[in-house]
């Protein structure tokens, strides 16, 4: 596998003057617009609650009871504040404690957590003062990664998470303290009551019968592929336990994998299935933990979860993916796909790519973070991604991408999505025409984002200078002549802009045909729209709180201005900055 390299180049940094006439807004200065047509006034669309359903809920560490130092926040590329969660966190020496108190029952607890490069050690659990006699593993072996060949990457990829079962249940108000015993900075604590293992399906292939070792020492390659090849048609069932496999697995058709649980079936791999060839039969993969050994990013090798083809009509459902490069990487035929209540952690690049000829494929409901590239993906290299769906997942920490990008493909939906801290060389959602390889398969139909809510997204482009959106539409490499809809949309404390019009490259390739109605804009450091490239747009219901500098940048390019056209109901971001020239962010 190839992967792509997704980073701007410098933009171009000098535009011509053009006067704001008719929809046109472009002002000499941060005051009051010029009037514009003003369409119907109608009510927004009503707010559909974003983000995934989750098992498990979270504390912020900044948010418990500790004698460390909270940092941040912070949104500085390169900084350790900026990749937290918030973009803030709790720094802990040796001996010193966070103690948090729980909101719902629970028996287990998984940890968002950073030690200095090159340290490794432990934290000791307690509960309600007293120690469970467990301790979480935290390390720097899966952090600090470095990718040189990205133009404007610098180290990142600071946190890791950890997870342990407590062995007992404890009840709402319950107080869990954790104490370090090297300096470890605390981030998020997740904390969840687990069910126990589940039976074996009812006439199902044991891999333990096929002589896999379930207790992780032994190598389990070949038992996992005798289960699948006496299993065709049925269920490989993986037992409690944990399983070390050496190499991939190939072949994966007209079968279901199954395990007790994603905290009881621990299957330990740096690559899980890894076959060109598109299965003939549905696959299932569900309930269990595929936890590797990926340390860099190395876009050649295949360490992911899935690379390649699942097959028509296959669903992966209830699996814990960890310290891998991607999660899905996903070619071939993949029709109809269903990814749904997995989690997907700590990946040096990707979460899922769709990486061409998916169609209708449904991702839904996943829960991921501390990703090195984009989250979620889709990228219409060699035929286009077409009919295919990203819809209530949320998305915390990629930190050096996009949470969900849209490169190219034919009536693709984003809806209901929660994406928060976006770092570097990233947007909340960016809907794109940047193709990175030929052939590339533009955006065409109508592409619909619904319902997302952004939370700090957007951040400053090294290699530009300038900021991404909090929600991007780039004619990167052409451009966009797709029907863009982008309705009810909730921005929280972007750190910048909220919606971006942009031409990535530099080339002032147009955006068009974009439909805005219904957006709430809560706080942004910069600007409410950034406009910098040909085109237009129709904005209506768009209401804004908490402007910084003004409610437009709209910076023309030798090939045109990009149009505001007022809809109606807009509110809160009538004023226009002057010129080209970057306004500082209000913190």
């Not at 998984?110 to 000791?124: E, F, K, R």
């Not at 969840?192 to 891999?207: F, I, L, N, R, T």
């Not at 109508?446 to 539409?473: D, F, K």
Request: charged share 10%; hydrophobic share 40%; aromatic share 6%.
């Amino acid at each position: 596998m190839r992967a792509h390299v997704r980073y701007m180049t410098t933009m171009l940094s000098t535009a011509v003057a053009v006067a704001a006439t008719g929809l046109v807004l472009v002002a000499p200065t941060a005051t009051a617009a010029p009037p514009v047509k003003t369409g119907a006034t109608g009510a927004a669309p009503a707010a559909v609650a974003a983000g995934a359903t989750l098992p498990f809920r979270s504390v912020e560490a900044e948010s418990a009871t500790t004698n460390g130092t909270k940092i941040g926040p912070d949104y500085t590329q390169g900084s350790l504040a900026s990749e937290a969660s918030g973009r803030q966190a709790v720094r802990l020496n040796a001996g010193q404690s966070v103690e948090f108190t729980l909101p719902a029952a629970a028996n287990a607890l998984n940890v968002a957590y950073s030690v200095p490069d090159g340290q490794s050690g432990t934290l000791a659990v307690y509960v309600n003062g007293q120690s469970v006699n467990k301790t979480l593993p935290v390390t720097s072996k899966y952090s600090y990664i470095n990718t040189p060949w990205i133009a404007g990457a610098k180290t990142h990829h600071f946190f890791d998470n950890t997870r342990l079962l407590l062995g007992q249940n404890l009840a709402a108000g319950a107080k869990v303290k954790l104490v370090p015993s090297v300096q470890t900075t605390v981030d998020v604590a997740d904390f969840e009551q687990v069910a126990g293992a589940s039976a074996a399906p009812a006439g199902s292939v044991s891999v333990v019968s096929q002589g896999a070792d379930p207790s992780g020492a032994g190598d389990s390659t070949q038992a996992f592929r005798n289960a699948i090849n006496a299993a065709r048609g049925g269920t490989v069932w993986v037992p409690p336990g944990t399983y070390r496999l050496t190499q991939s697995l190939s072949g994966v058709d007209n079968v279901q994998i199954k395990g007790a649980g994603s905290w009881h079936s621990v299957i330990r791999t740096s690559r899980f299935i890894d076959q060109s060839n598109a299965p003939t039969g549905r696959v299932q993969l569900r309930d269990f933990a595929v936890l590797g050994e990926v340390t860099e990013r190395v876009d050649n090798n295949p360490d992911n979860f899935v690379n390649g083809s699942l097959g028509p009509n296959s669903v992966v459902a209830g699996v814990w993916i960890q310290h891998l490069k991607v999660g899905f990487w996903l070619m071939g035929n993949n029709n109809n796909l269903v990814v749904e209540n997995n989690r997907i952690l700590d990946t040096t690049a990707d979460g899922l790519n769709l990486n061409g000829g998916a169609n209708g494929v449904q991702v839904r409901n996943n829960f991921l973070r501390n990703q090195g590239d984009d989250s979620l993906a889709m990228w219409s290299l060699n035929s286009a991604n077409v009919s295919s769906t990203f819809a209530g997942n949320t998305i915390s920490q990629p930190n050096l991408a996009n949470g969900v990008a849209i490169y190219g493909g034919r009536d693709i939906t984003v809806s209901n999505n929660q994406i928060q801290d976006t770092n570097a060389l990233g947007s909340g959602i960016a809907i794109s025409n940047q193709k990175f390889a030929d052939p590339f398969f533009p955006l065409a139909g109508t592409i619909t984002v619904s319902g997302n809510t952004l939370v700090r997204t957007g951040a400053l482009n090294p290699n530009w200078g300038h900021p991404h959106g909090a929600l991007r539409v780039d004619a990167y490499d052409s451009a966009i002549d797709a029907t863009v809809n982008i309705n009810n949309t909730t921005f929280d404390n972007s750190p910048y802009s909220a919606f971006q019009f942009v031409s990535g490259s530099g080339t002032g390739k147009a955006v068009r045909n974009v439909n805005i109605n219904g957006a709430t804009i809560t706080k942004v450091g910069t600007v409410a729209v950034q406009a910098e490239t040909a085109g237009s747009a129709r904005l209506s219901n768009v209401r804004a709180t908490g402007v910084g500098a003004a409610g437009i940048y709209n910076c023309p390019y030798p090939g045109g201005t990009f149009a505001l056209t007022d809809g109606g109901g807009n509110s809160g971001w009538n004023t226009v900055w002057q010129g080209c020239s970057w306004p500082a962010r209000t913190p």
